[in-house]
């Protein structure tokens, strides 16, 4: 019987993760990648190579299976390291690094965030390339869920994020 359930088992559970996402499909923005939404939002995760936080987001939370369910069918997933010393092109603009201190930002970074940067910094736009919103700072699973789900499905025109956190 023992025999039965494992064999059962090394059968079921390969197949399931077939039909599952294991990774987010994330595009590295780089100088010559060019984006197409094609209709979709978009959500860039902007961080640093330096930035631990943006490690342990990349660990914690960009591996749970339905934050990578929701970014795969919701948006268009982008990378971008705002320190990236390439021009970089963007919804039809150029991008140069700008050199400051010992490091220094691609203005790219720079303009996502209105100037307000910190890493890690997820930005989410339209299908239009306009800014919905800037989600500053490492969340966890269940919390960063909730906000793909309000930008995601659009709850965001109909209602304010206190009135969908009553609601959901």
């Not at 390339?129 to 699973?141: A, D, F, M, R, V």
């Not at 869920?145 to 965001?156: A, E, Q, T």
């Amino acid at each position: 019987m023992r025999l039965y359930f494992l064999l059962f088992s090394l059968i079921i559970i390969p197949e399931k993760k077939i039909f599952s996402q294991s990774q987010v499909n994330w595009i590295e923005l780089k100088n010559n990648v060019e984006i197409t939404n094609n209709g979709k939002k978009i959500i860039l995760d902007l961080y640093t190579d330096w930035c631990g936080w943006c490690k342990v987001m990349d660990r914690n939370t960009f591996t749970n299976e339905e934050v990578i369910n929701i970014i795969n069918n919701k948006f268009i997933p982008i990378k971008f390291d705002a320190e990236y010393q390439e021009e970089v092109f963007f919804n039809n603009n150029n991008f140069k690094f700008v050199k400051s201190g010992r490091r220094g930002i691609n203005e790219l970074a720079y303009y996502l965030t209105n100037g307000n940067l910190s890493y890690p910094m997820t930005v989410f736009l339209d299908e239009n390339y306009n800014l919905i919103t800037l989600l500053p700072g490492y969340h966890k699973p269940d919390f960063y869920k909730k906000v793909l789900s309000y930008i995601g499905n659009d709850f965001w025109k109909n209602m304010t994020w206190e009135e969908y956190l009553k609601n959901n």
